[in-house]
């Protein structure tokens, strides 16, 4: 047996050569389906049908990528011939890896991410643009010792979903740091601040945001040593996120 997901063209196929499958969809009859989502920065809702057995759920997951994940890893218990539903009490407990989509924290909404690539930050800041109520403010630097042709492109994409970015240095190893900068800003167009002390960058983010605005800081995720070439500091960006964040709530008590 096979999980399929026919909201691909090419998983259409395969379900036709392999009628017995399990399928996988959010908008076409299949044996696993998940409608009505609702999709939050801090997770998603969700009516899932099992061949025509419904239940409403609730996950602290957020992305559609991650509620596909969600419905393939039933679609391989059912093949494993045991029933999904007995599975479906651990749904709300779920987590995500550390470091991946990490809310800090709401009012605004503070989230986390690894994504460090021109890929990773198209993905992450589409997410992002889908569930922000306000403006979307994202931390970013470009990692010294990397292709630098790419740091104007990550400026270009971060300039394409976000409405302000705050610069800041991301381990710049040997290099720099206002060169990096330098020649990340080509790729940028929209406001924007230059900090490099990573922490106050951090700070400024999220001290300027509105209340539905949300703060999205890149890069780092989990990584929790930060790399200057000749030596190298703690820093987590999490830890960092969630001191500034409680910093503003407190002041404004």
Known sequence: QAVINID????????????????VSFCRPARIRASEIDIRADGLNFLLDIDGRKQ??????????????LLFALGGIACLDLD?????????????????????????????DF?????????????????AKGKIITVFGC??????????IMGEIVSRYSQFT??????????????????????????????????KAIAAAIEMAE???LVLILGRGHEAIFDYGAYTIPLYDPEVARRCWEKRHRNLI
């Open 8 to 23: 691909d063209p090419y998983g259409r196929r395969l379900a036709d050569e392999h009628p017995d499958s399990w399928t």
């Open 56 to 69: 409403r759920l609730s996950a602290p997951l957020c992305g559609e990528h991650n509620l596909y994940n």
């Open 84 to 112: 999904p539903f007995d599975f479906l009490e651990g749904v709300p407990h779920l987590t995500l890896p550390e470091g991946r989509w990490m809310v800090i924290g709401n009012s605004p909404t503070v989230v986390v």
């Open 115 to 131: 994504a460090h690539s021109p890929d990773s930050f198209e993905q992450v800041l589409k997410l992002a643009s889908r569930v």
């Open 143 to 152: 990692t010294g010792n990397r292709d630098r042709k790419k740091r104007p």
């Open 166 to 199: 705050v610069l800041t240095t991301d381990s710049p190893g040997g290099e720099d740091p206002e060169l990096i900068t330098a020649e990340t800003l080509p790729g940028i167009h929209i406001p924007y601040l230059v900090e490099h002390d990573r922490e």
């Open 211 to 213: 209340v539905d605005d």
